[in-house]
C-alpha cells in the first residue's frame, strides 16, 4: 500500500509537468497557425504546414486526455473519506484499456453512465475489479467485437456493467477464478446481466 502511494505521488507529479509540456506545445502550435493564416500567400509549403499543425493539434489533445487519465489512474490507491466515484473510475480504466483491447481488435465503449455513485472502495479496487472482468470478456470474445461498459444504480447501489459476452463464456474464462476471489476480498457481488449476457459488479455502498 505505501509503495503504491509512494509511486502514485511521483506519477501525478510526472503527470501535471507532462500536462504543462503539453500546454505550451498546444499555446506554440496555435500560434505558428495565426502567424501562417496572415502571411500564408506566396508559401508554397501553406496547405502542407496547415495539415502537420492540424495533426499536431489533434495528437496534443489526445496526449492531453491520456495524461488526465494517467493522473486520476496515479491517485487511485488513495483512500476518501466520501468514497471513490465510481464513473470516474471505469472513465480512466477504459481510457488506459483502449489500446490493450485494440491488440485484440476490440472495442471499448463507455456508455454515459450514472455520475455521483460512489463506492466504499478505493479507485484503484474498483479499477482493479472493472479490469478483471475486463481481462476475462477479453480472453473468450471474438476479435472485431464490440465491449460495452455502464455505471448504473441498482437497488441503491452503485453497479458496474458489462454487456457481452454471455454469462456462462465468461465463467470459463482463465481470469474468471482470479476475478471471483478478489471479488469475494473486495465485498463485490457477481451476477449475470439482462438475458444471462454479461455481468453485473454490485460495489459496496460508502461509509455513513
Known amino acids: 500500500m505505501r509503495d503504491a502511494l509512494f509511486m502514485g505521488r511521483m506519477t ?7 500536462q504543462n509540456i503539453l500546454a505550451t506545445i498546444r499555446e506554440s502550435s496555435g500560434l505558428m497557425d495565426d502567424l501562417l493564416a496572415m502571411g ?3 508559401f508554397a509549403h501553406a496547405e502542407r504546414f496547415k495539415k502537420g ?4 493539434a489533434e495528437q496534443v489533445e489526445r496526449g492531453m486526455i491520456l495524461t488526465e487519465q494517467l493522473n ?5 490507491p488513495e483512500k476518501c473519506p ?8 471505469v472513465r480512466a480504466l477504459v481510457g488506459l484499456s483502449r489500446r490493450h483491447a485494440a491488440r485484440r481488435r476490440t472495442t471499448l465503449v463507455l456508455a454515459p453512465g450514472r455520475s455521483g455513485l460512489r463506492t466504499s ?3 484503484v479496487e474498483v479499477m482493479d475489479a472493472v479490469g478483471a472482468v475486463l481481462e476475462a470478456a ?3 470474445l471474438p476479435m472485431g467485437t464490440q465491449l460495452m461498459l455502464s455505471v448504473e444504480e441498482q437497488g441503491g447501489l452503485g453497479v458496474v456493467r458489462l454487456d457481452s459476452p454471455g454469462f456462462e463464456a465468461l465463467r470459463q474464462a482463465p481470469a474468471w477464478s482470479e ?3 478478489l471479488a469475494k476480498a473486495l465485498g463485490i457481488g457477481l451476477t449475470a446481466g439482462p438475458a444471462n449476457m454479461g455481468v453485473v459488479l454490485a460495489l459496496p455502498r460508502p461509509a455513513a
Open 121 to 123: 472502495l478505493r479507485a
Open 179 to 181: 476475478l471471483v476471489a
Open 40 to 42: 500564408s500567400e506566396g
Open 12 to 18: 501525478a507529479s510526472a503527470t501535471h509537468e507532462l
Open 53 to 56: 499543425l492540424g495533426v499536431l
Open 72 to 76: 486520476f489512474c496515479a491517485h487511485a
Open 82 to 89: 466520501a468514497g471513490a466515484d465510481i464513473n470516474e473510475a
Open 138 to 140: 477479453l480472453d473468450v
